[in-house]
């Protein structure tokens, strides 16, 4: 009994305790009445600022505030502007597009949206983009491509020729062909239809003679006579349409190796064939070297310093003069063309895979037979520069002189020229360098430096230049790790202190330094004064002055700089 008494006590203070907790939690309305339909809300507790010391506390709501990182150093001054050529603002950076171009005759190439149009010198966009391709302006005129079809434009944007034709050429002699459905014919500079589309060429392949097919690409006009095919002829018309020469020579021509062009007049002469044989006419159709060779000249037919190799009908090569005498018999497996003094020949009973020789002008053997002929293709094209034939061995590259003597060691990797009797030479044990004609180091990688190429011309045909307009050679020092310029005698004639070099053009060329951890770029004149400040940015090098502008760039952005006193 005494048990239950005690427990009953016991729940009547339990309960009397809830009571008083939950009195101090849920705070009376106005009146003071409960109301017990209003959820429990704790009162917010004070929060400490982040400066305050929190009282301790095994689990504490705030950490300590980290101490603030110190400020970077502000960056040094750019350096100040030098050169007595001035350099303006043409458009600031601000001008949004995909891709643009050098600037060619005032205007250039610019793309958006995937489609190409032309900007000025402000950045204005002042000829819609709006083309699937477009040529730089030229005497101009730039050719454009729309949905398939080509034509020609002028400056203002205005058709010339129009965009109606399937292919267009390009002028020579202010005559350009344009072909449609399969026929071609010419245009002149005010984009009239002077010889309207009447002619076909119907072409040969290489490996299969007996395919034929027809062709839009053709001739253009040389001395102002170009070559037309109709009804499987070839003759040669004026630029009034005429036929001037009379179409009695075989229109089919070979694409391949020899003989794939339609033949054109060079220095009074062009190869054209009958019965399938080949000889050489002149300007007023007259044979000049008779009908009775299996091919003749280099790829496009032609003479080379007044010589040419030719086959005869039993397949064996020898060299003519441009009238027909014979300067080299008819004893060799194949004979290419004359680079310079020297023309590389193959042994009549040897052929590919074998080594060959050098013939000079008088049709003399100057060297052995032991440079390579194993891709005897390559002798094509490999030049000859102020005297000099490059010629390969065993795989390496170097030099000949007239006389068939090695003046340059046959021992490099590649061998290009660079200008002023100066070649630029490489192999992986000595690195790159520049030699001279005497095949003399001027600059090595055991001077400190290795040397810069550049591509000198437009498209994927332009050549690896070493030596720019101002004679200056780009070169990265070894020890720095940085680029400068040397001259062709090898002096550095403007420091290395740059991230980035560029070739020299107009007087000018971009350079980088390193500036808040990237690359920004200004422009130097050829004594290495500040032209332009470093404050652009480069996403593909810098930009060369073409016609006096240039483009810059700034983050996505794009402006254009001006020569206003060079």
């Known amino acids: 009994m005494k048990r239950i008494a005690a427990a009953a006590l016991a ?5 009397a305790l809830v009571s008083c907790v939950s009195a101090s939690r ?3 309305p106005p009146d003071g009445t409960p109301s017990p339909s209003q959820p429990e809300s704790p009162s917010p507790s004070p929060s400490p600022s982040l400066s ?3 009282s301790p506390s095994p689990s504490p709501s705030f950490s300590p505030s980290p101490s603030p990182s110190p400020s970077p150093p502000p960056l040094p001054p750019l350096p100040e502007v030098t ?3 001035k350099v303006a603002v043409a458009a600031e950076p601000t001008l949004r597009f995909e891709d643009v171009r050098d600037f060619s005759e005032g205007l250039a190439a610019v793309m958006l949206l995937g489609k190409y149009g032309f900007a000025d010198k402000t950045g204005a966009v002042v000829i819609p983009a709006e083309y699937d391709g477009v040529s730089d302006f030229s005497d101009g005129l730039a050719r454009v491509e729309k949905d398939g079809l080509c034509g020609y434009i002028d400056k203002t944007g205005a058709a010339v020729v129009p965009l109606e034709y399937d292919d267009a050429g390009e002028y020579r002699e202010g005559m350009v062909w344009v072909a449609k459905d399969g026929l071609y014919g010419y245009a002149d500079k005010s984009g009239k239809l002077v010889i309207g589309l009447t002619y076909e060429r119907v072409v040969g392949h290489f490996n299969n003679p007996d395919f034929r097919y027809p062709s839009s690409r053709c001739g253009n006009f040389s001395e102002g006579l170009v070559a037309v095919s109709a009804d499987n002829k070839c003759g040669f018309i004026d630029k009034t349409g005429k036929l001037v020469i009379p179409a009695v020579y075989d229109g089919e021509f070979i694409e391949g190796e020899w003989g794939s062009y339609m033949p054109y007049f060079h220095e009074g002469l062009a190869r054209v064939s009958k019965d399938g044989l080949f000889g050489y006419i002149n300007t007023a159709g007259d044979t000049v070297i008779p009908f009775q060779y299996g091919d003749a000249g280099d790829y496009y037919g032609l003479f080379s310093h007044g010589l040419a190799a030719a086959r005869n009908q039993d397949g064996m090569c020898g060299i003519i003069d441009t009238k027909g005498n014979t300067v080299a018999p008819f004893d060799y497996f194949a004979i290419f063309p004359f680079n310079g003094e020297l023309a590389f020949a193959l042994k009549g009973d040897a052929g590919h895979g074998y080594p060959g020789c050098y013939i000079n002008k008088a049709g003399k053997e100057v060297t052995a037979y032991e440079y390579d002929g194993d891709q005897w293709t390559d002798h094509v ?3 000859s520069y102020e005297g000099l034939t490059v010629v390969r061995k065993d795989g390496a590259y170097g030099c000949l002189d007239a006389r068939g003597d090695v003046v340059i060691p046959v021992e490099y990797e590649s061998v290009s020229y660079c200008s002023g009797g100066l070649f630029y030479v490489y192999n992986r044990d000595a690195g790159s360098g520049i030699v001279d004609k005497t095949g003399k180091y001027v600059i090595s990688a055991t001077s ?9 011309g ?4 332009g050549q690896i230049s070493y030596v720019d307009e101002e004679g ?4 990265y020092e070894f020890a720095s790790r940085l680029d400068g310029y040397i001259d062709t005698a090898g002096r550095l004639v403007i420091p290395c202190e740059y991230r980035l070099t560029s070739p020299f053009s107009e007087g000018l060329a971009g350079v980088g330094i390193a500036r808040d951890g990237d690359t920004a770029v200004g422009y130097i004149d050829r004594h290495g004064k500040v032209a332009v400040t470093f404050e652009y940015t480069e996403s593909r090098g810098a930009h060369p002055f073409r016609a006096g502008l240039a483009w810059v760039e700034k983050g996505v952005y794009y402006g254009i700089l001006e020569i206003v006193a060079p």
């Open 83 to 85: 050169s007595d050529i």
């Open 52 to 54: 305050e010391s929190p």
């Open 381 to 383: 094209y490999l030049p």
């Open 26 to 28: 849920s705070p009376s």
């Open 472 to 475: 200056y050679i780009q070169v």
């Open 458 to 461: 437009t498209g994927e045909w």
């Open 448 to 456: 400190g430096y290795e040397v810069y190429g550049f591509m000198a």
């Open 11 to 15: 729940l009547l203070l339990t309960a």
